[in-house]
């Protein structure tokens, strides 16, 4: 089983993912994308499910024409992982 962060890992990773919001109902990470249209958005999409398929994690998403919203969090471990965030750095990579 994967274990969730704890408090210390949760607060040094929200730390480093200054562009993700935290959902403490949830305990995820969250964050929205903009793009120039719905090409360049659904691109995106694809890019980052390709990283979500290599690391067998897959994120909570929803796309509306150029905003992309996504949510990381590990449901096995009940909250935040190492998962979500060296999925969220390597989307945050896919932008940079």
């Known amino acids: 089983m994967i274990e969730p962060?704890?408090?210390a890992e949760r607060a040094d990773a929200l730390d480093a993912l200054?562009?993700?919001?935290?959902d403490?109902?949830?305990?995820?990470?969250?964050?929205?994308?903009?793009?120039?249209?719905f090409s360049e958005?659904?691109?995106f999409m694809t890019r980052v499910a390709l990283l979500a398929e290599k690391a067998d994690h897959?994120?909570?998403w929803s796309n509306v024409w150029n905003r992309v919203d996504i949510l990381l969090t590990t449901?096995?471990?009940?909250?935040?992982?190492?998962?979500?965030v060296a999925?969220?750095?390597a989307i945050d990579a896919l932008v940079e």
Do not use: C, M, N, Y
């Open 5 to 7: 962060l704890s408090e």
């Open 58 to 60: 897959h994120p909570e």
């Open 75 to 84: 449901h096995d471990a009940g909250g935040l992982s190492t998962r979500d």
């Open 41 to 43: 958005a659904f691109a």
């Open 24 to 37: 403490d109902g949830r305990d995820a990470i969250t964050r929205s994308f903009k793009f120039v249209d």
């Open 87 to 89: 999925l969220a750095q």
């Open 18 to 22: 200054a562009d993700w919001d935290h």
